[in-house]
């Protein structure tokens, strides 16, 4: 089936909550504990449709359904790409990177930069993305690790 990736809509937001904490609860499960995978996957739903519309965000669609998601920050950060657990290694998270790069260069970016967990970072690292930093971020009692990663676009 066709993939393809358009703007978010707002009638999009719960299809794009399930798709956060699924990839968080069945793929990211292997690198973080219970405990952190349940502070993680917590949503706000005000504030997750606030954040939606506060930037660009990109909705990956097969059949009409929503797959996948991304977004990009004025300043070059790409803060959330997630892909249903069902389409996890068929292009999704490819074809929206491949828009998060189209839509910063038309911003005169010259980098874009991400927080990826341990479970995304092999994917950023294939597509040119190197690590900055290590990081271990509070959140709600637990402590995530991440890496801050950049990819440069020029």
Avoid: C
């Amino acid at each position: 089936m066709p993939l393809s990736v358009r703007p978010y809509r707002p009638g999009d937001l719960d299809g794009l909550i399930d798709i956060f904490g699924g990839a968080i609860r069945d793929v990211a499960a292997k690198d973080y504990d219970a405990a952190q995978i349940a502070v993680w996957a917590q949503v706000d739903r005000e504030s997750f449709a606030a954040r939606r519309l506060s930037r660009p965000t990109w909705v990956a669609v097969i059949d009409q359904m929503p797959v996948g998601f991304s977004d990009l920050e004025p300043n070059g950060h790409l803060d959330m790409m997630y892909v249903h657990p069902g389409h996890q290694g068929r292009g999704v998270a490819t074809a929206l990177l491949q828009q998060v790069e189209t839509a910063a260069r038309a911003g005169s970016l010259g980098r874009i930069f991400t927080d990826a967990s341990i479970t995304a970072r092999p994917f950023f690292e294939r597509r040119g993305f190197r690590i900055l930093t290590a990081q271990q971020v509070a959140h709600s009692g637990q402590t995530l690790t991440n890496s801050r990663m950049e990819k440069s676009l020029l």
